[in-house]
């Protein structure tokens, strides 16, 4: 069983930036992928952004892409979600989540990770 430890929300003005960090409790391998989710209260849980650890692979959302950043450091085996010109839209709880082996195209999907986080909030205000 992987336990995926999050950290870095908080509350932010709109325009302004927040980084969360992933840390999982064993070694993340080639195989790793590694992503985030966000649920906002009465909306679905909705993709993010992923990444693959082998090749370092990124995959975002439409509506984040340009202005999140998602990262790793294998020697950590963490990921990192940099959050800059922060919406109010983007307030939600997000939630880490890993897999040891996915299928290649199914990066974006909820059902396909086995391994998920606390989540942690975010709000940003407007």
Known sequence: QVQLA???????????????SCT???RADSNYVMGWFR???????????????????T??????????TISKDNALNTAYLQMNSLKPEDTAVYYCTADRWMTWGTE???????????????TVSS
Do not use: H, N
């Open 39 to 57: 649920q906002a209260p009465g909306k679905e849980r909705e993709f993010v952004a992923a990444i693959r650890w082998g090749l370092g692979t």
């Open 6 to 20: 999050e950290s870095g929300g908080g509350l932010v003005q709109a325009g302004g930036s927040l980084r969360l």
């Open 24 to 26: 999982a409790s064993e």
């Open 108 to 122: 974006r999907s909820l059902y396909d990770y086995d391994y998920w986080g606390q989540g942690t909030q975010v």
């Open 59 to 68: 995959y975002y959302a439409d509506s984040v892409k340009g202005r999140f």
